[in-house]
T-cell receptor
Framework: AQKITQTQPGMFVQEKEAVTLDCTYDTSDPSYGLFWYKQPSSGEMIFLIYQGSYDQQNATEGRYSLNFQKARKSANLVISASQLGDSAMYFC?????????????FGQGTTLQVKP | GAGVSQSPSNKVTEKGKDVELRCDPISGHTALYWYRQRLGQGLEFLIYFQGNSAPDKSGLPSDRFSAERTGESVSTLTIQRTQQEDSAVYLC????????????FGPGTRLTVT
């Protein structure tokens, strides 16, 4: 069964430092997509970054990059130069297949706190 | 343009009552999803609509939960005979299609069952 595991319930990082949020996944489908979302205390879900299983390069979006290690089934999010506004809950999610349904399976989340 | 909207933003109901939650997707988005988020937890998939295809109801937790969507517009999630464990934030998302990799989420409806 498909599963997403985020083993870090909470993380602290100093402002301007980089931080890595861990995510491992389990699927038997060779085609899948991996996502990271940010959820601030306001509750909105903000899409950050996407990695397809056949993508050759690691995805990057501004200060966000995804460290995709397919053999290890990990898709860690790296946030560079942390800012106070990065304090939020971060969710890793997976979509299986060629998008027949598009439904996302989410991990339990990691709470990130950026210290000034 | 307008994002995904949901109403009401908050709903408090007594155990045993029925509730109806509404989602207005982004215009032109054919795919619509409902998720549930319990306090401090990740999102759980409930149901998915794509155009006029049969919905994927595989995430609905019980037969007290149902949802409808009219064409490619508004969707309503109905919970009958609410229980305290139904207390959660119910999030709706829409996307251009199932393979579009960004789902746009609404602000959610916070449901409290007393």
């Amino acid at each position: 069964a498909q599963k997403i595991t985020q083993t870090q319930p909470g993380m602290f990082v100093q402002e301007k430092e980089a931080v890595t949020l861990d995510c491992t996944y389990d699927t038997s489908d060779p085609s899948y997509g991996l996502f990271w979302y940010k959820q601030p205390s306001s509750g909105e879900m903000i899409f950050l970054i996407y990695q397809g299983s056949y993508d050759q390069q690691n995805a990057t979006e501004g200060r966000y990059s995804l460290n995709f290690q397919k053999a290890r089934k990990s898709a860690n999010l790296v946030i560079s130069a942390s800012q106070l506004g990065d304090s939020a809950m971060y969710f890793c999610a997976m979509r299986e297949g060629t998008g027949n349904t598009g439904k996302l399976i989410f991990g339990q989340g990691t709470t990130l706190q950026v210290k000034p | 343009g307008a994002g995904v909207s949901q109403s009401p933003s908050n709903k408090v109901t007594e155990k045993g009552k029925d509730v109806e939650l509404r989602c207005d997707p982004i215009s032109g988005h054919t795919a619509l999803y409902w998720y549930r988020q319990r306090l401090g937890q990740g999102l759980e998939f409930l149901i998915y609509f794509q155009g006029n295809s049969a919905p994927d109801k595989s995430g609905l937790p019980s037969d007290r939960f149902s949802a409808e969507r009219t064409g490619e517009s508004v969707s309503t999630l109905t919970i009958q005979r609410t229980q305290q464990e139904d207390s959660a934030v119910y999030l709706c998302a829409s996307s251009l299609g199932p393979s579009a990799y960004e789902q746009y989420f609404g602000p959610g409806t916070r449901l409290t069952v007393t």
